[in-house]
């Protein structure tokens, strides 16, 4: 069951499979497009996991074991691309909340998004070597974009766990906070970036913005109410 939640500019995506630990099956691929559906129009996205034991175990291989011809896995593996494509193309920023461990399919469901939170106990690993493959998803070239060629030839290749602080200190995570604080700071993350100017920061940090787009963008924030009224508070602040 893949569900979502729609707060003022904010969308929730919960991959709540507890029988699987939130594993991703084929009817989950297309909830998951139905959701990124729905949360159009959202100024920032969240995908995260029911429970506190995983976030993405990864695809669900009871249910993926039917897969058995060159055709049949080329078709699962662009198939769940392009979900984790859609994610990655969001206009919005988008958030994973490492609720729990990130493994496998579920590393490449995590940097699809812009950003990651982790609880400070979860573990997170491109371990499909250990299956004797590969990622699928689009993982490794995301991995390889997000720490270059050679780490992402190396944690993919040997399937390696990393915990969320060593994870942090590679760049593959971006913030930790203790498991007690998550569920607030991830939220709190989410809330400020639907509140400020991620939209309009995930447009201007793609790939070829030009000046001028990005000045425009600049120029919008700049004449909104929202601009003048904060000028207004920082300005009597200090009086």
């Given at each position: 069951m893949v569900e979502l939640e729609l707060d003022r500019g904010l969308a929730v995506i919960t991959i709540n499979r507890p029988e699987a630990r939130n594993a991703i099956a084929p009817a989950t691929m297309d909830e998951l497009d139905k959701a990124i559906d729905a949360a159009e129009g959202a100024r920032a996205l969240v995908i995260t996991g029911a429970g506190d034991r995983a976030f993405v175990?990864?695809?669900?291989?009871?249910?993926?074991?039917?897969v058995r011809t060159d055709e049949q896995a080329r078709a699962m593996a662009l198939r769940m691309r392009g979900v984790c494509d859609r994610l990655a193309a969001f206009p919005a920023p988008v958030i994973a909340a490492l609720n729990g461990h990130a493994i496998g399919g579920g590393a490449e469901v995590a940097v699809a998004a812009d950003l990651r939170i982790?609880?400070?106990?979860?573990?997170?690993?491109?371990?499909?070597?250990?299956?004797a493959i590969m990622p699928a998803w689009g993982g490794a070239e995301r991995l390889a974009a997000l720490l270059g060629r050679g780490r992402a030839i190396l944690l993919a290749g040997t399937g390696r766990l990393l915990d969320a602080p060593e994870a942090e200190s590679l760049g593959l995570i971006d913030?930790?906070?203790?498991?007690?604080?998550?569920?607030?700071?991830?939220?709190?993350?989410?809330r400020s970036l639907t509140d400020g100017p991620g939209l309009e920061l995930k447009r201007v940090t793609a790939p070829g913005v030009t000046a001028e787009e990005s000045a425009a963008e600049f120029a919008r924030l700049w004449v909104a109410d929202a601009h003048w009224a904060a000028v207004e508070k920082a300005t009597n602040r200090r009086k």
């Open positions: 175990s990864g695809g669900d291989l009871k249910e993926l074991a039917l982790a609880a400070a106990d979860v573990k997170i690993g491109f371990t499909q070597a250990t299956l913030q930790v906070v203790p498991r007690a604080d998550f569920a607030d700071a991830w939220r709190a993350l989410a």
